[in-house]
C-alpha cells in the first residue's frame, strides 16, 4: 500500500458542512478505544447500546433469510411483508389503525429525522426541539438551515416536558416540533395529560409538523405505559412517528427502523430513500418480522435486567459525595447532577475518563441545557457498573 502523503491541497467543503453536528458519544468512545489500545482498562457507561447479543430467534431468522436468498435489492420503502407486520406491530402498541403504505422501512432512526426535515423543513423555518436531547435533532436541523429553537427538558419536572416551554416557543416560523418521550439523554417520561396539552395547542397551527421519537417505547418501569401522539385523530396527518429495532431488541448493527407517516409523504420518504440507501437490507427485514411477531421473552428479560441496574446505577451515584440522580422511568440512561462539583461537565467527563477509567458523557453533549450534568448508560453489567461507580467516586474525592 502506497503511503499517505504528507500534505494534501486545502479542503474546500461546502458551506452546508460547517452547521453539521456529530454524536459526541463517538468521539469520546474513540478516546476510550485509543486508550484501551495502550493497555488501560476503560468502564464503558458512553454509548446508548445494549450489552446484550440479538435474540437466539432473530438471529436464526436473519441467518435463514442469508441461505434463501434474501440478498438483493428490495423495494426502496420496505419489503410489503415487513411493513404489514410493522403496521401491525404499531396498530397493537399504539392502538391506532395503521396502513402499510403509511410505513417506510430505513437503515436506522436517523433517517427518519432526516427525511422529515428534508422533506419538510426549509431555510427560515423553526423547529423545537427538546435540550437536552439528541444532538442529532440539532445538528439535522441546522443542516437544513433552519432555526434550531432548543426547549429546555428540566430536572425539576424529573425531566418531563413541560407543555408551556414549548407552546411559548411556537411563532409563525414554526415548521415542527420534536417529541421524545421516553427521552435520551435523561430517561425522563411525559405523562400522557402533558402531551395532550402540547397536541392540543398545535391544533390552533395547522402548519406544524409533529416528529415523535419512539425509539425507547418498550424500556418503561415501574408500571408506566407508553402514549403515542398518534392515537390523537385529529392531528394524526401531522405525525411522523420514529421507531425501530435497535435498542428493544438489541439489534444496534443490523440497521434498521422505520417512519409511520400519512401515505403521501411516505413517498416523499421513498423518494429519498431511492436518492440515499436504496433500500434497507432484505435479510435484515426477514429479521425484524420475527423480531415483531415472535417470542418476546428475551425483550422481558433485558427490561427486567435493566431495571436492576437502573436502581442500582442510581443508588450507587447518589451516594458519592455532590452528586445526585434522579430515578428515570424510561430508556437506560441516568442523568445524573454534578453541579455541586464545581467542574464543567466536558472538564468532569474527560476527568472521569483519563483519570478514572469511566468513559461517560457530558450532559452538554446533548445541548446547552445539559451543562451540570454527565449521562451515564446502564446498558452494562451491574458488575461493571458498580466498578465504574467506585472509579467515579474515587475521581469526585480527589477534587
Known amino acids: 500500500m502506497s503511503p499517505m502523503p504528507e500534505t494534501l491541497p486545502a479542503l474546500k467543503l461546502a458551506t452546508r458542512m460547517s452547521r ?3 454524536e459526541t458519544a463517538f468521539e469520546v468512545l474513540a478516546k476510550a478505544k485509543a486508550l484501551e489500545a495502550e493497555g488501560r482498562n476503560i468502564v464503558h457507561l458512553e454509548i446508548g447500546e445494549p450489552d446484550f447479543d440479538t435474540p437466539c430467534n432473530i438471529v436464526e431468522a436473519g441467518v435463514t433469510a442469508l441461505r434463501e436468498g434474501w440478498t438483493h435489492y428490495g423495494p426502496a420503502n420496505g419489503q410489503p411483508e415487513a411493513r404489514e407486520v410493522v403496521a401491525d406491530y404499531v396498530a397493537r402498541t399504539r392502538g391506532v389503525d395503521v396502513h402499510p403504505d403509511e410505513v417506510v422501512i430505513v ?14 423543513v426549509e431555510k427560515g ?74 397536541l392540543a395547542a398545535l391544533k390552533d397551527h395547522p402548519d406544524i409538523w409533529i416528529l415523535s421519537d419512539e ?17 390523537d385523530a385529529e392531528i394524526r396527518d401531522r405525525i411522523i412517528l420514529l421507531d425501530g429495532w435497535s435498542k ?12 409511520v407517516m400519512r401515505p403521501d409523504l411516505a413517498a416523499m420518504f421513498t423518494k429519498l430513500m431511492v436518492n440515499s440507501n436504496s ?29 436492576g441496574r437502573r436502581k442500582r446505577i442510581v443508588e450507587l451515584i447518589n451516594d458519592i459525595p455532590g452528586m445526585h440522580c ?74
Open 279 to 307: 433500500c434497507t437490507a432484505s435479510f435484515s427485514q426477514r429479521a425484524g418480522m420475527e423480531a415483531l411477531t415472535g417470542d418476546q421473552s428475551a425483550v422481558d428479560s433485558m427490561l427486567q435486567q435493566f431495571d
Open 20 to 22: 453539521l453536528g456529530t
Open 125 to 198: 423555518d423553526e423547529v423545537i426541539y427538546p435540550n437536552p436531547g439528541f444532538p442529532i435533532y440539532e445538528s439535522m436541523i441546522q443542516f437544513c438551515g433552519a432555526k434550531a429553537v432548543p426547549c429546555p427538558i428540566r430536572e425539576v419536572n424529573s425531566f418531563a416536558l413541560d407543555p408551556q416551554d414549548v407552546i411559548s416557543r411556537i411563532t409563525p416560523h414554526t415548521k415542527m416540533v420534536i417529541l421524545n418521550s421516553p427521552a435520551n439523554p435523561t430517561g425522563g417520561v411525559t405523562p400522557k395529560e402533558s402531551l395532550e396539552v402540547v
Open 326 to 399: 434522579h430515578l428515570p422511568v424510561g430508556a437506560f440512561y441516568v442523568f445524573p447532577n454534578i453541579k455541586g462539583l464545581g467542574l464543567s461537565s466536558a472538564a468532569l467527563q474527560d476527568k472521569i475518563l483519563y483519570e478514572g477509567g469511566v468513559s461517560c458523557l457530558a450532559g452538554t453533549s446533548f445541548g446547552a441545557e445539559g451543562e451540570g450534568y454527565l449521562r451515564f448508560s446502564y446498558a452494562n453489567s451491574i458488575e461493571n457498573i458498580e466498578e465504574g461507580m467506585r472509579r467515579v467516586r474515587a475521581v469526585v474525592e480527589s477534587l
Open 248 to 259: 428493544t431488541y438489541a439489534m444496534t448493527g443490523w440497521r434498521m427502523g422505520f417512519g
Open 215 to 231: 425509539i425507547y417505547s418498550r424500556m418503561l418501569y415501574d408500571g408506566h405505559q407508553h402514549y403515542s401522539p398518534m392515537v
Open 107 to 120: 437503515p436506522g432512526g436517523k433517517p427518519t429525522m432526516f427525511y422529515a426535515m428534508l422533506a419538510l
